[in-house]
Nanobody, 124 residues
Framework: QERLVESGGGLVQAGGSLRLSCAASGRTFSTYTMAWFRRSPGKEREFVAAVSQNGGRTGYGDSVKGRFTISRENAKNTVYLQMNSLKPEDTAVYYC?????????????????WGQGTQVTVSS
């Protein structure tokens, strides 16, 4: 069982940066693929980024490629999302999710564990 807690959201101006963190409480964090998804009002949940259990594979949604970077520190049971060059359309609730073990996916339906989400608001 993984409990996921996001932090780092907030209000930022367009062009600015934020770093989200997701801390996991389980003992098997290092075996799970971790991902970030987001949901904006009136829109469907969107894949943002994923990282494999050892960090060797990453994937990004088209709307964030080149601006966002996902990383993880297995020793700290934590995954990060560095968000640069933020745009107003990045405004959303960002969710951390875990799937596995040893299974990589960019589909929300594959993810077993979810955090409560953290709000990111980008002003123009």
């Amino acid at each position: 069982q993984e409990r996921l807690v996001e932090s780092g959201g907030g209000l930022v101006q367009a062009g600015g940066s934020l770093r989200l963190s997701c801390a996991a409480s389980g003992r098997t964090f290092s075996t799970y693929t971790m991902a970030w998804f987001r949901r904006s009002p009136g829109k469907e949940r969107e894949f943002v980024a994923a990282v494999s259990q050892n960090g060797g594979r990453t994937g990004y949604g088209d709307s964030v490629k080149g601006r966002f970077t996902i990383s993880r520190e297995n020793a700290k049971n934590t995954v990060y999302l560095q968000m640069n060059s933020l745009k107003p359309e990045d405004t959303a609730v960002y969710y951390c999710a875990a799937t596995g073990p040893y299974f990589y996916s960019e589909s929300a339906q594959s993810y077993r564990y979810w955090g409560q989400g953290t709000q990111v608001t980008v002003s123009s």
